[in-house]
């Protein structure tokens, strides 16, 4: 089976030569279950690491059985490419059987089914339904259209929505993340995850479409099982937990940092995690840092209470500057998430943001543009605004765009609020955000290679090669120049942008709505191990530059670190 992770462009724009790529997490996870269950060829292409032209897309197939099962995960932001390799293989392989799944199409499952480039979509959490796909299309006939948790046009071109699967109930009955599948030097390998799930309500947040309001984990025994693979194996030095919200269980917590004590291994590695102001505990930090966890993450958003209402948060500013109190209170790194563009945001709004935030002086803020994704509330609000401004492909849902191009760029942001321009709301963003990255301490930490700063990793030696050089010279220049024209007053940016030919706005499809989302859980069935005589599948990533794997790992999007 061939898997597949579309990209546009290669994440972090023109900052993508210095950032480590982030694994494409599902595809590893449904790839490990596949192989649980006997499939012997699974191959995967990131296209973060390898693009897929006219000219190469047959290579990727060589060697797979037939007739061709090829997944394809679908994020908001590579939508449209997602589809353009969907129809690309549907082309060439007219038996081929093309199946997307993901977040977005979660939201808007007809979307590829009528443009042509999908004919199977997989909604929710994909393992089982993978699972159970894989084997009736193999087996051939119709039971596949009986399968829970997917969509597809029948023989007439309507449309067929199974009811939702199950979900997996012990997550440790899924095989530990095969890393082994994805060892190219530009990966960052320090990540596990160790829970699934968010019970908040946040109004931006496009996770409960996939799980709806629950929250599971996996077992403390085999959470440290994957710490020993990722530090004996991979001498990873820093490890971040990819879960929604680390510190939901107290109890939990503790046992884990205990579990880590006890098998040495705070001594051989540092652990960063995201959590929720409200879920930070006094009683659970001295246990986190005798663990070595270094650093902890909040999507703090803003710091205006009307607007962290409106968003339903659920948790109050004051609840985060007590968090982060608490976190300097024990020693640890505090990272904090801002969000600018949410609806009925002023000027005066993003400027108490920022005053909230640096007056907590912690060690790095990052202020991204807010995108209503299919499937969320704000999805719904921008749209009965009518200020939903969606790019064919969807290529403008991308919450980097106001930090990783021109501030004249003349892609749109997705959503800008009453009462304020394009420009001013750019402006304000990245204005922000440099005034955070030229502080000294910010820019010797990125000289240095300090391994615990945001965003950047400069290469060995940087400063005695001509082209790492060159190029950072050039990215400086670009930053330099956004810095000078966000101090242009308001009038003669709008006046710019009004001369700027913008991208078409696509209408607006009727997405999912998560509150009719609901689930039960199962667990996996018995027969989960691979059929007697079998042996472990060979597994590979499809690439043909070198296989060295990555001295220091660092998520691509859960960038906590700060310097001390």
């Known amino acids: ?137 193999r087996e051939g006939g119709d039971a596949w259209k009986k399968i829970r948790g997917i969509t597809f046009l029948d023989d007439n071109g309507e449309l067929v929505a199974n009811e939702d699967n199950d979900l997996i109930d012990n997550l440790d009955d899924v095989p530990i993340f095969p890393y082994e599948l994805f060892e190219h030097p530009k990966y960052d390998m320090g990540f596990l995850t160790g829970a699934r799930g968010c019970p908040y309500k946040c109004s931006y947040c496009s996770q409960r479409i996939l799980t709806g309001l629950t929250y599971r ?102 609840q985060h500057m007590e968090a982060v109190r608490l976190c300097k209170k024990y020693g640890f790194k505090v990272s904090l998430f801002m969000i600018y563009g949410f609806p009925g945001e002023s000027k005066e709004d993003r400027d108490e943001s920022w005053r909230v935030v640096n007056g907590a002086n912690v060690g790095f803020v990052k202020f991204n543009n807010l995108i209503p994704y299919p499937g969320t509330p704000i999805y719904d609000v921008a749209q009965s605004e009518g200020r939903l401004h969606i790019m064919e492909g969807w290529r403008n849902f991308n919450s980097t765009l106001s930090i990783t191009r021109s501030i004249f760029d003349t892609m749109p942001l997705a959503y800008v609020p009453k009462g304020v321009t394009e420009f001013e709301l750019k402006r304000d963003i990245i204005r922000r955000n440099l005034q955070y990255y030229f502080q000294w301490k910010i820019i010797k930490s990125i000289m240095l290679r300090d391994k615990g700063v945001g965003w950047v990793s400069l290469p060995p030696n940087w400063f005695f090669k001509p082209r790492e050089v060159a190029s950072l010279t050039g990215m400086a220049f670009i930053l330099g120049t956004n810095l000078l024209f966000s101090m242009l007053p308001p009038f003669v940016g709008n006046a710019v942008f009004a001369l700027l030919k913008r991208g078409r706005s696509e209408a607006a499809p009727k997405d999912v709505k998560m509150k009719d989302r609901t689930f039960r859980r199962a667990r996996v069935p018995k027969d989960a191990s691979l059929p007697a005589g079998e042996t472990e599948p060979s597994v590979s990533v499809a690439d043909t530059e070198s296989k060295e794997r990555p001295q220091q790992g660092r998520a691509e999007w859960l960038r906590w670190s700060s310097p001390s």
């Open 217 to 318: 984990w996996h077992s403390m025994e085999r959470i440290i099982e994957n710490v020993k693979i990722l530090v004996n194996k991979y001498k990873i030095e820093n490890i971040t937990f990819y879960d929604d919200i680390f510190s939901v269980n107290k109890r939990r917590v503790i046992e884990l940092c205990d579990g880590i004590v006890e098998a040495g291994l705070h001594e051989k590695c540092a652990f960063a995690v995201q959590t929720r102001a409200d879920n930070i505990y006094e009683e659970i930090l001295p246990a986190m840092k005798r663990a070595n966890f270094q650093t902890i993450g909040m999507g703090m958003e803003t710091g205006v209470e009307r607007i962290a209402k409106e968003a339903n948060k659920d948790q109050t500013v004051a």
């Open 1 to 137: 089976m061939l898997f597949i992770n579309p990209a546009y462009e290669k994440f972090g724009g023109m900052l993508s030569r210095y950032i480590p790529v982030g694994i494409p997490v599902s595809i590893g996870v449904i790839s490990a279950y596949l192989r649980k269950y006997g499939v012997k060829n699974i191959r995967v292409v990131d296209e973060e690491i390898e693009t897929i032209t006219e000219d190469n897309f047959r290579q990727f197939t060589e060697g797979l059985e037939q007739p061709l099962i090829i997944g394809i995960t679908v994020l908001t932001a590579q939508a449209g490419r997602a589809y353009t390799i969907g129809r690309m293989y549907k082309e060439a392989y007219p038996d081929c059987t093309v199946v997307m799944g993901g977040v977005h199409v979660t939201a808007l499952p007809e979307e590829p089914l009528r443009n042509g480039s999908a004919d199977i979509v997989v909604r929710g959490e994909g393992e089982e339904t993978m699972r159970q796909l894989y084997h009736a299309l």
